[in-house]
């Protein structure tokens, strides 16, 4: 799991601080926001992990969702609707 979290890392550091084209925008951008997501569980220790070891001004700007949450996000909202 250590080098699963690690490989995280580097993908936030890269996505963070690489500038990305846009089609038709004449100036490069960089993101403000990251969603990472997983098919498998991401324990509570291994999301402090990363935001320990991220820079300290885009911890904030980082949402995580694994398997289990999307699961559930997705069962409130079927239950909001009645389709269950």
């Known amino acids: 799991m250590r080098g699963e979290i690690d490989e995280i890392i580097q993908q936030l550091d890269d996505a963070f601080s690489m500038p990305v084209h846009l089609l038709n925008e004449p100036n490069d951008v960089y993101i403000s926001e990251m969603i990472v997501v997983t ?3 991401l ?6 992990k990363i935001k320990h070891k991220i820079n ?3 911890a904030g700007s ?3 969702l694994d398997k289990e949450s999307i699961m ?6 079927k239950k909001a609707d009645n389709i269950l």
Request: hydrophobic share 35%; aromatic share 10%.
């Open 39 to 41: 098919s498998g569980k």
């Open 43 to 48: 324990t509570e220790n291994a999301k402090q």
């Open 56 to 58: 300290k001004t885009i």
């Open 62 to 64: 980082l949402t995580f």
């Open 72 to 77: 559930n996000h997705f069962l409130r909202i």
